[in-house]
Protein backbone atom coordinates (compact mmCIF):
# COMPACT_ATOMS: atom_id res chain seq x y z
CA UNK A 1 0.00 0.00 0.00
CA UNK A 2 1.00 3.38 -0.31
CA UNK A 3 3.10 5.32 2.58
CA UNK A 4 0.40 6.94 4.67
CA UNK A 5 0.99 10.79 5.71
CA UNK A 6 -1.25 13.14 7.83
CA UNK A 7 -3.47 15.90 5.71
CA UNK A 8 -4.82 18.62 8.14
CA UNK A 9 -7.52 18.72 5.29
CA UNK A 10 -7.95 14.96 4.48
CA UNK A 11 -10.60 13.99 2.13
CA UNK A 12 -11.75 11.06 4.93
CA UNK A 13 -12.58 14.04 7.22
CA UNK A 14 -13.84 16.47 4.95
CA UNK A 15 -17.74 16.04 5.51
CA UNK A 16 -16.83 17.30 8.99
CA UNK A 17 -14.42 20.11 7.82
CA UNK A 18 -16.74 20.95 5.19
CA UNK A 19 -19.52 21.78 7.80
CA UNK A 20 -17.14 23.41 10.43
CA UNK A 21 -13.98 24.79 9.25
CA UNK A 22 -12.38 25.40 12.06
CA UNK A 23 -12.29 22.09 13.40
CA UNK A 24 -9.79 20.96 11.33
CA UNK A 25 -7.30 23.25 13.06
CA UNK A 26 -8.69 22.54 16.63
CA UNK A 27 -8.13 18.53 15.50
CA UNK A 28 -4.51 18.80 13.89
CA UNK A 29 -2.69 18.26 17.26
CA UNK A 30 -4.46 16.17 19.10
CA UNK A 31 -2.81 12.65 18.58
CA UNK A 32 -5.48 10.36 17.35
CA UNK A 33 -5.61 7.37 19.49
CA UNK A 34 -6.86 4.92 17.27
CA UNK A 35 -9.55 1.99 17.36
CA UNK A 36 -10.06 -1.81 16.98
CA UNK A 37 -12.29 -0.78 13.57
CA UNK A 38 -9.92 1.39 12.06
CA UNK A 39 -7.17 -1.94 12.77
CA UNK A 40 -9.62 -3.70 11.37
CA UNK A 41 -10.25 -1.96 8.49
CA UNK A 42 -6.30 -1.46 7.76
CA UNK A 43 -5.98 -5.02 7.85
CA UNK A 44 -9.18 -5.93 5.39
CA UNK A 45 -8.09 -2.92 3.06
CA UNK A 46 -4.80 -4.87 2.42
CA UNK A 47 -6.00 -8.25 1.80
CA UNK A 48 -8.61 -6.78 -0.39
CA UNK A 49 -5.57 -4.76 -2.31
CA UNK A 50 -3.94 -8.39 -2.27
CA UNK A 51 -6.99 -10.01 -4.03
CA UNK A 52 -7.79 -7.46 -6.71
CA UNK A 53 -3.87 -7.22 -8.04
CA UNK A 54 -4.05 -11.23 -8.05
CA UNK A 55 -7.30 -11.40 -10.27
CA UNK A 56 -5.75 -8.26 -11.99
CA UNK A 57 -2.76 -10.79 -12.79
CA UNK A 58 -0.02 -8.51 -10.69
CA UNK A 59 2.32 -9.65 -8.67
CA UNK A 60 1.38 -9.36 -4.87
CA UNK A 61 2.05 -11.27 -1.84
CA UNK A 62 -0.39 -12.68 -0.04
CA UNK A 63 -0.86 -10.46 3.70
CA UNK A 64 -3.00 -12.84 5.57
CA UNK A 65 -0.48 -14.21 8.54
CA UNK A 66 0.27 -11.11 8.97
CA UNK A 67 -3.63 -9.53 9.67
CA UNK A 68 -4.03 -9.52 13.43
CA UNK A 69 -8.01 -9.19 12.02
CA UNK A 70 -8.30 -12.02 9.51
CA UNK A 71 -11.26 -14.13 9.57
CA UNK A 72 -13.44 -15.70 7.47
CA UNK A 73 -16.08 -12.82 6.96
CA UNK A 74 -12.49 -10.82 6.14
CA UNK A 75 -12.23 -13.13 3.11
CA UNK A 76 -15.19 -13.42 1.81
CA UNK A 77 -15.51 -9.70 1.65
CA UNK A 78 -12.42 -9.32 0.08
CA UNK A 79 -13.12 -11.66 -2.31
CA UNK A 80 -16.60 -9.97 -2.95
CA UNK A 81 -14.89 -6.91 -3.53
CA UNK A 82 -12.03 -8.16 -6.25
CA UNK A 83 -14.79 -9.73 -7.80
CA UNK A 84 -17.04 -6.82 -8.78
CA UNK A 85 -14.35 -4.96 -10.01
CA UNK A 86 -13.98 -7.29 -12.03
CA UNK A 87 -17.14 -7.64 -13.26
CA UNK A 88 -17.46 -3.64 -13.21
CA UNK A 89 -13.74 -4.19 -15.88
CA UNK A 90 -15.83 -6.51 -17.93
CA UNK A 91 -18.89 -4.14 -18.45
CA UNK A 92 -16.54 -1.42 -19.21
CA UNK A 93 -14.93 -3.11 -21.83
CA UNK A 94 -17.94 -3.62 -23.76
CA UNK A 95 -17.51 -0.05 -24.71
CA UNK A 96 -13.20 0.55 -23.75
CA UNK A 97 -11.13 -2.80 -25.09
CA UNK A 98 -8.19 -1.47 -23.02
CA UNK A 99 -9.59 0.42 -19.96
CA UNK A 100 -6.97 1.75 -17.32
CA UNK A 101 -7.19 -0.19 -13.51
CA UNK A 102 -5.44 1.52 -11.13
CA UNK A 103 -5.32 0.05 -7.55
CA UNK A 104 -4.66 2.04 -4.52
CA UNK A 105 -3.46 5.02 -6.22
CA UNK A 106 -2.65 8.09 -4.37
CA UNK A 107 -4.51 11.01 -5.34
CA UNK A 108 -3.56 15.02 -4.45
CA UNK A 109 -6.41 17.01 -5.30
CA UNK A 110 -4.20 20.23 -3.44
CA UNK A 111 -5.46 22.20 -6.87
CA UNK A 112 -9.08 22.93 -4.43
CA UNK A 113 -7.41 21.72 -0.95
CA UNK A 114 -4.26 23.19 0.63
CA UNK A 115 -1.65 19.68 1.01
CA UNK A 116 -4.82 17.94 -0.01
CA UNK A 117 -4.34 14.29 -0.94
CA UNK A 118 -5.71 10.60 -0.08
CA UNK A 119 -5.59 6.75 -1.70
CA UNK A 120 -8.44 5.85 -3.96
CA UNK A 121 -8.56 1.96 -3.84
CA UNK A 122 -9.41 1.31 -7.35
CA UNK A 123 -9.77 3.57 -10.22
CA UNK A 124 -10.53 2.86 -13.60
CA UNK A 125 -10.48 5.13 -17.01
CA UNK A 126 -13.63 4.14 -19.39
CA UNK A 127 -14.70 5.66 -22.56
CA UNK A 128 -16.25 8.86 -21.43
CA UNK A 129 -16.33 7.61 -17.86
CA UNK A 130 -14.04 7.51 -14.83
CA UNK A 131 -14.84 5.13 -12.37
CA UNK A 132 -14.04 6.00 -8.77
CA UNK A 133 -14.58 2.62 -5.98
CA UNK A 134 -14.06 3.09 -2.15
CA UNK A 135 -13.93 -0.30 -0.02
CA UNK A 136 -15.53 0.36 3.26
CA UNK A 137 -15.48 -2.53 5.91
CA UNK A 138 -17.19 -0.84 8.83
CA UNK A 139 -20.68 -2.23 9.25
CA UNK A 140 -21.91 0.46 11.89
CA UNK A 141 -23.15 3.25 9.41
CA UNK A 142 -24.52 3.06 5.91
CA UNK A 143 -22.11 4.77 3.47
CA UNK A 144 -23.73 6.80 0.68
CA UNK A 145 -21.99 7.67 -2.89
CA UNK A 146 -24.31 10.70 -3.75
CA UNK A 147 -22.68 13.87 -3.10
CA UNK A 148 -20.45 12.11 -0.82
CA UNK A 149 -17.48 14.45 -0.16
CA UNK A 150 -14.61 11.92 0.12
CA UNK A 151 -15.19 10.74 -2.88
CA UNK A 152 -16.26 14.04 -4.74
CA UNK A 153 -12.04 14.75 -3.41
CA UNK A 154 -11.06 11.39 -4.22
CA UNK A 155 -12.46 12.28 -7.88
CA UNK A 156 -10.95 15.58 -8.19
CA UNK A 157 -7.75 13.64 -7.81
CA UNK A 158 -8.31 11.38 -10.30
CA UNK A 159 -9.50 13.94 -13.02
CA UNK A 160 -5.76 15.59 -12.21
CA UNK A 161 -4.46 12.32 -13.20
CA UNK A 162 -6.40 11.63 -16.12
CA UNK A 163 -8.03 14.63 -17.71
CA UNK A 164 -5.51 16.08 -19.62
CA UNK A 165 -5.21 12.69 -21.29
CA UNK A 166 -8.41 11.07 -21.53
CA UNK A 167 -11.42 12.69 -22.95
CA UNK A 168 -13.34 12.43 -19.57
CA UNK A 169 -17.12 13.53 -19.42
CA UNK A 170 -17.96 12.46 -16.24
CA UNK A 171 -17.06 10.46 -12.83
CA UNK A 172 -18.87 7.62 -11.37
CA UNK A 173 -18.54 7.09 -7.47
CA UNK A 174 -19.13 4.05 -5.74
CA UNK A 175 -19.14 2.94 -2.21
CA UNK A 176 -18.74 -1.08 -1.76
CA UNK A 177 -19.41 -1.66 1.84
CA UNK A 178 -20.05 -5.62 1.61
CA UNK A 179 -21.18 -6.25 5.65
CA UNK A 180 -23.64 -3.49 5.35
CA UNK A 181 -24.99 -5.25 1.90
CA UNK A 182 -24.58 -1.95 0.43
CA UNK A 183 -23.37 -0.86 -3.10
CA UNK A 184 -23.82 2.69 -3.84
CA UNK A 185 -23.14 4.36 -7.08
CA UNK A 186 -23.76 8.18 -7.65
CA UNK A 187 -22.39 9.52 -11.63
CA UNK A 188 -21.77 13.31 -11.94
CA UNK A 189 -20.79 15.39 -15.24
CA UNK A 190 -16.95 16.47 -14.74
CA UNK A 191 -18.44 19.99 -15.04
CA UNK A 192 -20.96 19.78 -12.13
CA UNK A 193 -17.96 18.27 -10.07
CA UNK A 194 -15.53 21.01 -10.85
CA UNK A 195 -18.14 23.69 -10.20
CA UNK A 196 -18.94 22.13 -7.03
CA UNK A 197 -15.08 22.38 -6.51
CA UNK A 198 -14.59 25.86 -7.04
CA UNK A 199 -17.72 27.51 -5.49
CA UNK A 200 -17.68 24.96 -2.29
CA UNK A 201 -14.77 22.98 -1.65
CA UNK A 202 -11.61 25.80 -2.07
CA UNK A 203 -13.70 28.57 -0.25
CA UNK A 204 -14.35 26.40 2.75
CA UNK A 205 -11.19 24.65 2.36
CA UNK A 206 -9.34 27.97 2.68
CA UNK A 207 -11.18 29.06 5.53
CA UNK A 208 -10.37 25.35 7.50
CA UNK A 209 -6.73 25.72 6.72
CA UNK A 210 -6.82 29.39 8.50
CA UNK A 211 -8.77 27.80 11.36
CA UNK A 212 -11.88 30.46 10.52
CA UNK A 213 -15.31 30.28 9.69
CA UNK A 214 -18.25 28.87 12.08
CA UNK A 215 -18.48 25.84 14.43
CA UNK A 216 -21.13 23.88 13.22
CA UNK A 217 -23.09 21.04 15.26
CA UNK A 218 -24.22 17.79 13.47
CA UNK A 219 -23.56 13.71 12.38
CA UNK A 220 -20.28 14.94 11.38
CA UNK A 221 -19.23 15.77 14.98
CA UNK A 222 -19.12 11.91 14.97
CA UNK A 223 -15.62 11.58 14.28
CA UNK A 224 -14.13 14.62 15.12
CA UNK A 225 -10.95 14.33 17.52
CA UNK A 226 -12.28 17.67 20.20
CA UNK A 227 -16.03 16.31 20.27
CA UNK A 228 -16.19 16.02 23.85
CA UNK A 229 -14.70 18.95 25.11
CA UNK A 230 -16.10 21.00 22.39
CA UNK A 231 -18.20 24.23 23.91
CA UNK A 232 -19.83 24.87 20.56
CA UNK A 233 -21.39 21.39 20.59
CA UNK A 234 -22.46 21.43 24.16
CA UNK A 235 -23.90 25.02 23.93
CA UNK A 236 -25.93 23.67 20.64
CA UNK A 237 -26.90 20.42 23.11
CA UNK A 238 -27.39 22.51 26.08
CA UNK A 239 -30.36 24.61 23.99
CA UNK A 240 -32.59 21.91 24.60
CA UNK A 241 -33.08 23.40 27.70
CA UNK A 242 -34.96 25.67 26.43
CA UNK A 243 -38.00 23.32 26.37
CA UNK A 244 -37.71 23.45 30.06
CA UNK A 245 -38.38 18.88 30.07
CA UNK A 246 -42.27 19.93 29.91
CA UNK A 247 -44.14 17.01 29.31
CA UNK A 248 -44.63 16.03 25.96
CA UNK A 249 -48.44 16.22 25.75
CA UNK A 250 -47.80 20.13 26.72
CA UNK A 251 -45.08 20.30 23.50
CA UNK A 252 -46.04 21.29 20.33
CA UNK A 253 -45.65 19.69 17.25
CA UNK A 254 -43.42 22.09 16.04
CA UNK A 255 -41.80 21.36 19.38
CA UNK A 256 -41.51 17.92 18.73
CA UNK A 257 -40.53 18.24 15.73
CA UNK A 258 -37.15 20.29 16.63
CA UNK A 259 -36.51 17.97 19.33
CA UNK A 260 -36.47 14.83 16.89
CA UNK A 261 -33.75 16.74 15.07
CA UNK A 262 -31.55 16.84 18.21
CA UNK A 263 -31.98 13.60 19.80
CA UNK A 264 -29.41 11.39 18.08
CA UNK A 265 -26.90 13.98 18.53
CA UNK A 266 -28.00 15.09 22.21
CA UNK A 267 -27.56 11.37 23.48
CA UNK A 268 -24.28 11.01 21.30
CA UNK A 269 -22.84 13.97 22.75
CA UNK A 270 -23.96 13.04 26.35
CA UNK A 271 -22.50 9.28 25.89
CA UNK A 272 -18.85 11.66 25.01
CA UNK A 273 -19.53 13.26 28.11
CA UNK A 274 -19.88 10.45 30.71
CA UNK A 275 -16.99 8.58 28.54
CA UNK A 276 -14.32 11.07 29.16
CA UNK A 277 -15.34 12.05 32.62
CA UNK A 278 -14.66 8.31 33.35
CA UNK A 279 -11.50 7.71 31.73
CA UNK A 280 -10.14 11.00 33.20
CA UNK A 281 -11.13 9.30 36.67
CA UNK A 282 -9.43 6.61 35.97
CA UNK A 283 -6.26 8.26 35.37
CA UNK A 284 -6.57 10.03 38.15
CA UNK A 285 -9.15 13.14 37.66
CA UNK A 286 -11.07 14.12 40.89
CA UNK A 287 -14.82 15.24 39.86
CA UNK A 288 -16.38 17.48 42.71
CA UNK A 289 -19.14 15.14 43.65
CA UNK A 290 -18.67 12.38 41.71
CA UNK A 291 -16.15 9.80 43.16
CA UNK A 292 -14.71 6.37 40.96
CA UNK A 293 -16.12 2.66 42.07
CA UNK A 294 -15.62 -0.75 41.37
CA UNK A 295 -19.26 -2.09 39.32
CA UNK A 296 -21.30 -5.14 39.07
CA UNK A 297 -19.30 -8.30 37.76
CA UNK A 298 -20.44 -11.96 37.29
CA UNK A 299 -18.64 -14.92 38.07
CA UNK A 300 -16.39 -16.50 35.52
CA UNK A 301 -14.54 -19.88 34.87
CA UNK A 302 -11.26 -19.68 35.77
CA UNK A 303 -10.72 -22.63 33.46
CA UNK A 304 -13.72 -24.10 31.38
CA UNK A 305 -11.51 -27.31 30.58
CA UNK A 306 -11.07 -27.97 34.34
CA UNK A 307 -14.81 -27.23 34.87
CA UNK A 308 -15.97 -29.51 31.99
CA UNK A 309 -14.05 -32.75 33.37
CA UNK A 310 -14.92 -31.94 36.54
CA UNK A 311 -18.68 -31.62 35.79
CA UNK A 312 -18.64 -34.66 33.44
CA UNK A 313 -16.68 -36.80 36.05
CA UNK A 314 -19.74 -35.89 38.77
CA UNK A 315 -22.02 -37.27 35.96
CA UNK A 316 -22.76 -34.53 34.27
CA UNK A 317 -23.15 -33.09 30.20
CA UNK A 318 -21.44 -29.61 31.00
CA UNK A 319 -22.98 -28.37 27.68
CA UNK A 320 -25.74 -27.57 25.86
CA UNK A 321 -26.66 -28.16 22.41
CA UNK A 322 -27.40 -24.73 20.48
CA UNK A 323 -27.50 -24.15 17.12
CA UNK A 324 -24.72 -21.49 15.37
CA UNK A 325 -26.40 -18.35 14.99
CA UNK A 326 -26.26 -16.73 10.89
CA UNK A 327 -23.22 -14.83 11.63
CA UNK A 328 -21.69 -17.71 12.88
CA UNK A 329 -23.13 -20.15 10.59
CA UNK A 330 -21.63 -17.87 7.73
CA UNK A 331 -18.33 -17.80 9.01
CA UNK A 332 -18.56 -21.98 8.94
CA UNK A 333 -19.82 -22.46 5.62
CA UNK A 334 -18.82 -19.66 3.86
CA UNK A 335 -21.36 -17.25 1.99
CA UNK A 336 -21.89 -18.89 -1.05
CA UNK A 337 -22.09 -21.91 0.54
CA UNK A 338 -24.41 -20.90 3.22
CA UNK A 339 -26.76 -19.41 0.29
CA UNK A 340 -26.79 -22.83 -1.21
CA UNK A 341 -27.26 -24.97 1.58
CA UNK A 342 -29.72 -22.28 3.85
CA UNK A 343 -30.76 -19.88 1.21
CA UNK A 344 -34.47 -21.49 1.37
CA UNK A 345 -34.29 -22.16 5.06
CA UNK A 346 -33.54 -17.81 6.24
CA UNK A 347 -35.86 -15.19 6.10
CA UNK A 348 -35.63 -11.92 7.06
CA UNK A 349 -38.67 -10.26 9.40
CA UNK A 350 -39.91 -7.02 9.31
CA UNK A 351 -37.98 -4.83 11.02
CA UNK A 352 -39.40 -2.45 14.37
CA UNK A 353 -40.57 0.84 13.13
CA UNK A 354 -37.91 3.64 13.40
CA UNK A 355 -38.61 7.32 13.21
CA UNK A 356 -36.28 8.59 11.21
CA UNK A 357 -35.59 12.15 8.71
CA UNK A 358 -36.81 12.30 5.26
CA UNK A 359 -33.50 12.54 3.92
CA UNK A 360 -32.78 8.65 4.82
CA UNK A 361 -32.49 6.51 2.28
CA UNK A 362 -35.07 3.42 3.66
CA UNK A 363 -38.65 3.66 1.87
CA UNK A 364 -41.14 4.69 4.14
CA UNK A 365 -43.38 2.25 5.87
CA UNK A 366 -47.50 2.48 5.79
CA UNK A 367 -49.23 3.17 8.89
CA UNK A 368 -52.13 1.58 10.45
CA UNK A 369 -54.16 4.64 9.13
CA UNK A 370 -52.83 4.45 5.36
CA UNK A 371 -53.19 0.74 5.54
CA UNK A 372 -57.38 0.62 6.45
CA UNK A 373 -57.92 3.63 4.13
CA UNK A 374 -55.94 1.32 1.28
CA UNK A 375 -58.78 -1.67 2.46
CA UNK A 376 -61.79 0.25 2.04
Request: glycine residues 6%; aromatic residues 10%.
Amino acid sequence: MPPKGHAVLSASSSERWLHCPPSARLCENVMDKGSDYAAEGTDAHSLCEHKLKSALGIQSEDPTEDLSWYDAEMEDCASEYASYIMELIAEVKKTCSDPIVLVEQRLDFSKYVPDGFGTGDCLIVGDGTLYVIDFKYGKGVEVYAENNPQMMCYSLGALELFDDIYDIDAVCMTIFQPRRGNISSFTISKDELISWAKTVLEPTAQLAYRGEGDFTCGDWCRFCKVKTVCRARAEANLDLAKFEFKQPPLLTDEDIEDILGQLDELTSWADDIKDYALQAAVSGKKWHGYKLVEGRSNRRYKDESAVADAVTTAGYNPYEKKLLGITAMTSLLGKSKFNEILGELTYKPQGKPTLVPESDKRPAMTNIIEDFEEEI
